[in-house]
């Protein structure tokens, strides 16, 4: 029960809503204004999220809404994990947000606003809530605001991106539908800890159907094996802003969704050696095709892909300190996944061209983005100062103390994959500074791009540098997701 | 036959989810992928209501005092089938946009030639 | 080629499905959290339909979603569809048998669509239903006269009001209550049109946002 009316954790939610709604009246009183509302929005969420955090990590929240007891109502589970992934969401939006201050010039600009508000109101509804219609409804919010914000720029590459992402993501929730709709039919209930408690009695043709349709559907929007097609489209078609959130939020959100579906509502069982087989193969191909890419951004959604085949890899190890390391490496990619975009995209603005070999030279013609650039793919492939090296450590040693012949072979696939990822971004780098430009001016940079990149640097370097900051948070949020009886006991009151 | 019988609705789901996955796969024009989605989303909201059904019950509204609640049809279901409809709208909606938008390109809603964007 | 892969993989998925379906039987009483709102969703809440408590008041969240993604394919919508210029083809004027009929028919579909959702509690229906029908009376407006339309201004007006005034109730209930969406309004006796607490205001809001936005969509699909 939470006394203070504005620290009530439904307000990370209704605020940005209430903003989106309102904004066409804004947008009718003063044109200007409307480019600063996802700014504040997403500054309340943040401030929010971390006033939140201590007392969440002593005590998950449970709000109920309209006042009825769980599970004849819709709640929403306020847990470590839930708090961690609205700081990053509200802070990667704040960020782009303020990015996009200047560089979202033209179009509809008040749509780009509302569109983007409500994309980062279904994320944070998908990791605050404890009912799975509920996140259901959430992961449509989030998925529809990004097939329209994909075609913003409405060019033949965006728009073919767009129909091909629509497709292909509605029926992947086409199918989480029927994978509810089975769990509906078998226990009558749509409360996580509700069915948790009673998967036990049911054998398993229709819950082995119920979770391998959670897995397809969800996996869409996470992008493993084989249904990623949509994503290198995607994300190098949509404008920069749109997608450094993409990379940085949307894919990672599919992946809390199925992990916590499997881990609450399932419980462990074999499909997690599966997953880990899987996340190691997504991961090789992910890589591999990067490295014979010349477009930059589709380079940096390959990786995405890889990126995603890690953190599943991680997270399906199962254990505390494998959790904890997919969370951490969730953090890393987070904070690089977004600088490489926001420094990309500034740098495309500014040579009109997507393609690598325009990248000739920009070490001296713009120094400060060309160094920042270097920090977030030094942080992705893990050299030691900064986040990448500490995130993909715990990887490495969660894999080896769960032991078994086959996760040391993942582990040393894993290690291939590093090496390649490090001699594509290392040719790239090699471009930016050792080649000769061919005009010769510096560029300055504006104060709206150089803000976001700056603080997430220094964001990846402090954490680099002091793992231990966030370790402890993140083992205990580990132990949440693993725990199935405690949560069903915060829920439904013993 | 009588297994036929018994489970008609299911059958009619399914199938028409069945066609809506081969026609939103295998098909080459823009449109009838669309169609497609349309005939999962029924078939789904087909589904959905079905869970619900009780044999022999009514629709669950009081509207004379005195009627009995056991034989009453399930209403969470109804509610679910409501908002998944108007996702599908909304969905729906978007890829005809989208659609406009594309043959304008394109000149053509052929899935197979609209591929500029390659490896 | 590809279509005989399709077909293969959707008959090995129907197969296991059909295994799964075994498990739960047609027609089987299969309600655990519905039976408690069947029982008690009259005294809890005074509306007579079992339908509109569950949406509104014990799942109301979701119907908070719902609004917000109508919200989210119109914007979307206006966003893809923004500044494309449509080639003038003369249109063929109606025929006068449209032309008349939807003169007169116009204004009984708009009662129609109110009438259904003022009455969500009571009867079958609500918010949704009544603004959809509001908007095909708009559809059929556009199609037979086409010449008197809303302002895209009022339509979007309409749709940001809607969806505000919804969370202001429901933050109400939070401030007075100490729960989002709490129903705080007296329920009246059952059957009647003020029963319900704030059920009606919420269809009330629902329906009118609806209506403008299907309509919004179909204004702008057609231009």
Known sequence: MVNIIWQNPILLILVPLGLAFLTPIIGLISKNFVKYVPVLGMLFNLILSIILLPKVIINPIIISIAGWKPPFCINLFVGPVGIIFSILISLIGFLVAIYGINYIKKGPIERYNILYLLLLTGATGIVLTGDIFNLFVFFEILCISSYALVAYNQDKNGIEAATKYLIQGSIGSAFILLGIGFLYGLYGTLNMADIAQNISTVNSPTLFIAMALFIAGFGIEASIFPLNAWLPDAHSSAPSSISAILSGIAIHIGIYAMFRVLYTIFGINNVFTFLAIVGIITLLIGEMSAFKQTNIKRILAYSSIGQMGLIIFALSIGTISGISAGLFQIVTHTLSKSLLFLCVGYMIYHTNSMELSSLKGLGKRMPLTSFLFTIGTFSLIGLPPFIGFPSKLSIILAGLKAGGILFLILIILMLCATVIEGVYFFKIVQIIYFREPEKQDRIKPSFTFLLPAIILAILIIFIGLYPDLIHNILNKSAGEFLDKLSYIKTVLGG | ?119 | MRKIISFILLIVIFVGIYFALAQIPYGKNKMNVSKHYISNGLKENGAANIVTSVVLNYRGFDTLGEITILFIGAVGLGMILFGFETKKKDIKPASLILKTGCKFLFPFILLLGIYIFIHGHLTPGGGFQGGAIIASGFLLNYLGCSKKRISEKGINIIESLGGAIFIVIGLLGLFLGDYFLLNFLPKGAVNTLISGGIIPLLYITIGLKVGAELSGIIYKLME
């Open chain 2, 1 to 119: 036959m009588n297994f036929l019988y018994q489970n008609i609705y299911y059958i009619g789901a399914f199938g028409l989810i069945f066609i809506g996955l081969y026609m939103a796969a295998a098909k080459k024009n823009l449109i009838k992928i669309i169609i497609g989605l349309g005939f999962i989303d029924t078939g789904i909201n087909l589904f959905l209501i079905i869970i619900g059904y009780v044999q022999k019950g009514t629709a669950p509204i009081f509207s004379k005092p005195g009627l009995n609640p056991a034989q009453m049809v399930d209403p969470v279901p109804q509610a679910l089938v409501l908002t998944a409809i108007v996702i599908n709208v909304a969905i729906l909606g978007l890829a005809l946009g989208l659609a406009i938008r594309l043959y304008r390109h394109y000149k053509t809603l052929n899935v197979r030639k609209i591929r500029g964007l390659k490896w």
